[in-house]
C-alpha cells in the first residue's frame, strides 16, 4: 500500500487526496489517522468514472469507518464519533448532488442588512 501526494493537483487521485484532506501520510481523516492508499483511490476512481464522484465515494467510506467508531465522555470532555460521520455523510450527499460545485443560484449580490445600510449590497464597502 502506497501513498503520494503531489500539490499541483495534475492528478485525479491528488484531486481526490485534496478534497479528502487526505494529504498528509499518517495523518489521515480516517480512524487513528489512517490515510487511504493510492491503489484504493485509483479503485475509486475506476469504480466511479470521474474524480468528483471519487471524492463522494471517499466521504461515503470517511462516514462508514467513522460509524463504527465509539462516542465517549470523560471529565466533561464529550467525543461523538456519530456527528463525525453524520458531516462526512453530508458531504457525501453534497459532491454527489454537486459534483463539487457550489449550489449558489443566481447572481445579484444579497442586500445588507445591517441597520445602516439597507440600499447597498454585500459586496460593496
Same mark, same amino acid.
Given at each position: ?7 499541483? /493537483? +495534475? $492528478? ?9 484532506? @487526505?494529504?498528509?501520510?499518517? %495523518?489521515?481523516?480516517?480512524? #487513528? ?28 467510506? /470517511? +462516514? $462508514? ?9 470523560? @471529565?466533561?470532555?464529550?467525543? %461523538?464519533?456519530?456527528?463525525? #460521520? ?40
Amino acid at each position: 500500500m502506497t501513498f503520494t501526494y503531489t500539490t499541483d /493537483l +495534475a $492528478a485525479d487521485r491528488d484531486k481526490v487526496r485534496f478534497h479528502l484532506q @487526505d494529504t498528509t501520510e499518517n %495523518s489521515g481523516p480516517r480512524p #487513528a489517522g489512517a490515510n487511504f492508499s493510492d491503489e484504493e483511490l485509483d479503485g475509486l476512481l475506476t469504480s466511479e468514472g470521474t474524480w468528483q464522484r471519487a471524492v463522494a465515494a471517499g466521504f461515503e467510506a /470517511l +462516514a $462508514a469507518a467513522w460509524s463504527t467508531q465509539p462516542s465517549f465522555q470523560a @471529565d466533561g470532555l464529550q467525543v %461523538s464519533r456519530s456527528d463525525v #460521520a453524520k458531516s462526512f455523510r453530508d458531504q457525501a450527499k453534497t459532491w454527489r448532488r454537486t459534483g463539487g460545485r457550489s449550489s449558489r443560484v443566481g447572481s445579484r449580490a444579497p442586500t445588507r442588512v445591517d441597520g445602516y445600510s439597507d440600499d447597498v449590497d454585500a459586496h460593496e464597502t
